[in-house]
T-cell receptor, first 112, second 116 residues
Framework: GQQLNQSPQSMFIQEGEDVSMNCTSS?????WLWYKQDPGEGPVLLIA?????ELTSNGRLTAQFGITRKDSFLNISASIPSDVGIYFC????????????FGQGTILTVHP | GAVVSQHPSWVICKSGTSVKIECRSL??????MFWYRQFPKQSLMLMAT?????????EQGVEKDKFLINHASLTLSTLTVTSAHPEDSSFYIC????????????FGDGTRLSIL
């Protein structure tokens, strides 16, 4: 099946540092999504990528859709305490855009 | 923007009780909604696809008689966990996509279910 391998599993950084996490798959994806989940809440969409090679920014966040369509990365620059949470990559299952498969998640801790 | 509301946000009940969770799309219509389950420190796992006016489709390994799904209108899907047991304790999250936009699906805030 289509599985996403996300790394690292967790990160402990100082406020102000930059962060990078990535997602890979053995299958080709036509869309890559990055979500953030705060404790006790549902995931919130950060960035959506639709084209191979696409580089998209959302404030301090930047994500890229790999040219092979089998990987994506998310960068966070100048981290702040509210960046704490779990970050997930996700992609559509098969041809159904609605059904998503998620990576294992990256737990980010930011020390003030 | 599109909002998905989930209710209740938290429920505690005794083993053997059936629990209903509602998922509503507040400002758009959704012919399809999705139900996910998330155990502590794990990722979201798709349980089933809720289809308005027809039967839900379940992912492999998910018991359809255990997790009853009803999608009676274009803005409401319900998940009923029947005869819940402690192993059903989890975080249940629904999502929906506004077909009138080109945005990916939006998620509800989840329901924390604790079975004693």
């Amino acid at each position: 099946g289509q599985q996403l391998n996300q790394s690292p599993q967790s990160m402990f950084i100082q406020e102000g540092e930059d962060v990078s996490m990535n997602c890979t798959s053995s299958s080709i994806f036509n869309t890559w999504l990055w979500y953030k989940q705060d404790p006790g809440e549902g995931p919130v969409l950060l960035i959506a990528l639709y084209k191979a090679g696409e580089l998209t920014s959302n404030g301090r966040l930047t994500a890229q859709f790999g040219i092979t369509r089998k990987d994506s990365f998310l960068n966070i620059s100048a981290s702040i305490p509210s960046d704490v949470g779990i970050y997930f990559c996700a992609g559509p299952v098969g041809t159904s855009y609605g059904k998503l498969t998620f990576g294992q998640g990256t737990i980010l801790t930011v020390h003030p | 923007g599109a909002v998905v509301s989930q209710h209740p946000s938290w429920v505690i009940c005794k083993s053997g009780t059936s629990v209903k969770i509602e998922c509503r799309s507040l400002d758009f219509q959704a012919t399809t909604m999705f139900w996910y389950r998330q155990f502590p420190k794990q990722s979201l796992m798709l349980m089933a696809t809720s289809n308005e006016g027809s039967k839900a489709t379940y992912e492999q390994g998910v018991e359809k008689d255990k997790f009853l799904i009803n999608h009676a209108s274009l803005t409401l899907s319900t998940l009923t966990v029947t005869s819940a047991h402690p192993e059903d304790s989890s975080f249940y999250i629904c999502s929906a996509r506004d077909l009138g936009s080109n945005q990916p699906q939006h998620f509800g805030d989840g329901t924390r279910l604790s079975i004693l």
